[in-house]
């Protein structure tokens, strides 16, 4: 039996956690947060919906594998230490300029691909321990 009240506030919690993710990801290199913290809120985000709805829901409202979505993250990781190597210093020196006033740099890529490694991480083996417990 799922609980009334957590079925009913799930969608609200997961959308809630989800947009913290970002924020905590967004904010990770100027104070506390970045990809591995951000990942994990948002694997505790898609776990909440889980419980509440049944894993079939939030496999669902991820969209991709979760294997797929590590995959990328590895590779996003893996393609923001090449601007290092091209500017020739080491791979993961991370590069810093400014489009239109706005400061970018390729750690932020970096923190990406940790947040999708995570949160697929997180998700491939919660999901599978989904799965053995419904045998």
Do not use: C
């Amino acid at each position: 039996m799922r609980s009334l009240i957590l079925s009913s506030v799930a969608r609200i919690f997961f959308a809630i956690m989800l947009a913290g993710s970002v924020w905590v990801l967004l904010r990770g290199h100027n104070e506390p947060g970045g990809g591995f913290i951000g990942g994990l809120v948002g694997a505790a985000g898609f776990a909440t919906l889980a419980l509440a709805a049944g894993v079939e829901a939030a496999r669902r409202t991820l969209v991709l594998h979760p294997v797929v979505v590590m995959g990328l993250g590895l590779f996003l990781a893996f393609v923001s230490g090449i601007p290092g190597i091209l500017t020739d210093a080491s791979f993961l020196t991370h590069q810093w300029g400014t489009l239109a006033g706005v400061k970018l740099s390729t750690t932020i890529v970096f923190d990406v691909g940790v947040y999708l490694v995570v949160v697929g991480g997180v998700l491939s083996f919660m999901f599978r321990l989904y799965a053995e417990d419904a045998r």
